[in-house]
T-cell receptor, first 112, second 113 residues
Framework: KQEVTQIPAALSVPEGENLVLNCSFT??????LQWFRQDPGKGLTSLLL?????REQTSGRLNASLDKSSGRSTLYIAASQPGDSATYLC???????????FGQGTELSVKP | NAGVMQNPRHLVRRRGQEARLRCSPM?????VYWYRQLPEEGLKFMVY????????ESGMPKERFSAEFPKEGPSILRIQQVVRGDSAAYFC???????????FGDGTRLSIL
């Protein structure tokens, strides 16, 4: 059974810092991994999707890496801003079927 | 191109009533997924549908819950005889191909009195 874990559960940093969020999964037989952000009372916004054959994806100040063999992904946020404050979720999908299995999320607070 | 639209945004029901949650996928998307987020818990998969077909309902409770995605119209998640434990945020997502990025709606917050 696939389990997804995110560490830390909460993180508070001053504005301008670079930071790393971690995601680990127990079953390496994934098809892809997706990072989302969720603002309070809102839905999920897709940030990056990494196919299992890829090592990383970049979008602006965000970079996500994937090490399938070790069951790990990291989301790197450069030069953090108060607007980055949100809960960040990672989710994996298996080779067959499209359902996403989510971690519990990391609640990020960026202080001005 | 409008995103995934869910309605209502908030729904209040008394115990024993029925709740109907609607989801219109993004234009051109034929795959719909429903997830539930219980208070203080993560998002859990419930059901995956394509037009007129249920593909995977492994996360949906066997009793009181049902889902459909008709040929015309939105996908419906139906909860009969609601109980307090059904209080949660219900999210719908859609995609255009299996395992392509899923795009989420803003959810329906269901409260049971």
């Amino acid at each position: 059974k696939q389990e997804v874990t995110q560490i830390p559960a909460a993180l508070s940093v001053p504005e301008g810092e670079n930071l790393v969020l971690n995601c680990s999964f127990t079953d390496s037989a994934i098809y892809n991994l997706q990072w989302f952000r969720q603002d309070p009372g809102k839905g999920l916004t897709s940030l990056l999707l990494i196919q299992s054959s890829q090592r990383e994806q970049t979008s602006g100040r965000l970079n996500a890496s994937l090490d399938k063999s070790s069951g790990r992904s990291t989301l790197y946020i450069a030069a953090s801003q108060p607007g980055d404050s949100a809960t960040y979720l990672c989710a994996v999908s298996r080779s067959q079927g499209g359902k996403l299995i989510f971690g519990q999320g990391t609640e990020l607070s960026v202080k001005p | 191109n409008a995103g995934v639209m869910q309605n209502p945004r908030h729904l209040v029901r008394r115990r024993g009533q029925e709740a109907r949650l609607r989801c219109s996928p993004m234009k051109g998307h034929s795959h719909v997924y429903w997830y539930r987020q219980l208070p203080e818990e993560g998002l859990k998969f419930m059901v995956y549908l394509q037009k007129e077909n249920i593909i995977d309902e492994s996360g949906m409770p066997k009793e009181r819950f049902s889902a459909e995605f008709p040929k015309e119209g939105p996908s419906i998640l139906r909860i009969q005889q609601v109980v307090r434990g059904d209080s949660a945020a219900y999210f719908c997502a859609s995609s255009d191909l299996i395992n392509q990025p899923q795009h989420f709606g803003d959810g329906t917050r269901l409260s049971i009195l």
